[in-house]
């Protein structure tokens, strides 16, 4: 299975924008449907947004439609999470996640159905 790191969290203010990446080792990248999940201090992991193997389908959490956007290079073996428009709610540490069985967009919200994780990385929006 594709083991993956986390890297480009940090500390922002309300209104600016970040760019997680999430680069895959051990296995082809294109062969993985690739999600990300947020958890809060005190909270449950939840969904953020997921992608199919090649990146042609996206689907989001409704709290971060419109503002987040989830894309992938396979030729570099990276997944990428685009957040802009940051607000407070959004401060948790993030997970990359990938799994290699088909989903649809029930299975992809639930992080019970990914096989891989990263470690996380800490985005930390301050007001």
């Known amino acids: 299975q594709v083991q993956l790191v986390e890297t480009g969290g940090g500390l922002v203010q309300v209104g600016d924008s970040l760019r997680l990446s999430c680069a895959a080792s051990?296995?082809?990248?294109?062969?993985?449907?690739m999600a990300w999940f947020r958890q809060a201090p005190g909270k449950e992991r939840e969904f953020v947004a997921a992608?199919?193997?090649?990146?042609?389908?996206?689907y989001y959490d409704d709290s971060v439609s419109g503002r987040f956007s989830i894309f992938r290079d396979n030729a570099e073996n990276t997944g990428y999470l685009q957040m802009d428009n940051l607000k407070p709610e959004d401060t948790a540490v993030y997970y990359c996640?990938?799994?290699?069985?088909?989903?649809?967009?029930?299975?992809?919200?639930?992080?019970?159905?990914?096989?891989?994780w990263g470690q996380g990385t800490q985005v930390t929006v301050s007001s």
């Open positions: 992608t199919t193997r090649v990146g042609g389908f996206t």
């Open positions: 051990g296995d082809a990248f294109s062969g993985y449907y």
């Open positions: 996640a990938a799994d290699s069985k088909p989903l649809n967009t029930a299975t992809m919200r639930s992080w019970a159905d990914y096989v891989s």
